[in-house]
């Protein structure tokens, strides 16, 4: 229901995907915390103090939201953060080392991402963060239940893949066992 925040780093696309949600069902409350606790938290969660330290965990999100003026949009800056980390990682991959893996897998999602950004109201974007926006609407689909096309699933793919490569090499950049210059 909430992520454990120890665990960003093990699956970094994972958490900011979930953080994405997360936002959204906030703002489905209109980030009034006793409206999404006696309608969300409370039904779920049977335990009182893995409801009170949820309900925490809730309270600090809305407050994020609000004190960076994002309630209708945007992410918080915690996630903005970990966006321009996975950013320059990403530029660090495609220019300087020679992982040639991750290079041919950002090529084949290139054009996908750019229809994605033509298609889209994320004009201003870069291309990692398209990614995720891409694979969210997907998620988002998933949930409403609706189909996705053939083209439609090679195009989420070829994003899933580029994401997942790219939270790989971020796992082993915050562990330390990354190293440039052996790539």
Avoid: C
Avoid at 35 to 47: E, F, S
Avoid at 65 to 77: E, V
């Amino acid at each position: 229901m909430i992520p454990d925040e120890s665990r960003v780093h093990e699956n970094v696309a994972e958490y900011i995907l979930l953080i994405y949600q997360l936002e959204d069902v906030v703002r489905a409350y209109d980030l009034d915390l006793e409206r999404l606790k006696a309608a969300y938290i409370d039904p779920q969660v049977a335990d009182e103090q893995e409801r009170a330290r949820i309900t925490k965990w809730y309270s600090g999100l809305i407050d994020k939201l609000k004190r960076s003026g994002l309630q209708r949009s945007g992410h918080i800056p915690d996630l903005n953060e970990i966006m321009v980390e996975l950013s320059y990682l990403h530029n660090t991959m495609i220019n300087l080392t020679g992982d040639t893996q991750y290079k041919d897998t950002f090529e084949k999602a290139v054009p996908y991402i750019e229809e994605f950004r033509e298609r889209s109201d994320l004009k201003n974007k870069n291309q990692i963060e398209l990614a995720f926006h891409a694979m969210y609407m997907k998620l988002l689909l998933r949930l409403q239940k609706k189909d996705i096309s053939t083209e439609t699933e090679e195009a989420f793919e070829a994003m899933r893949k580029l994401l997942a490569h790219l939270s790989s090499a971020y796992k082993k950049m915050k562990s330390g066992d990354l190293n440039f210059l052996s790539n």
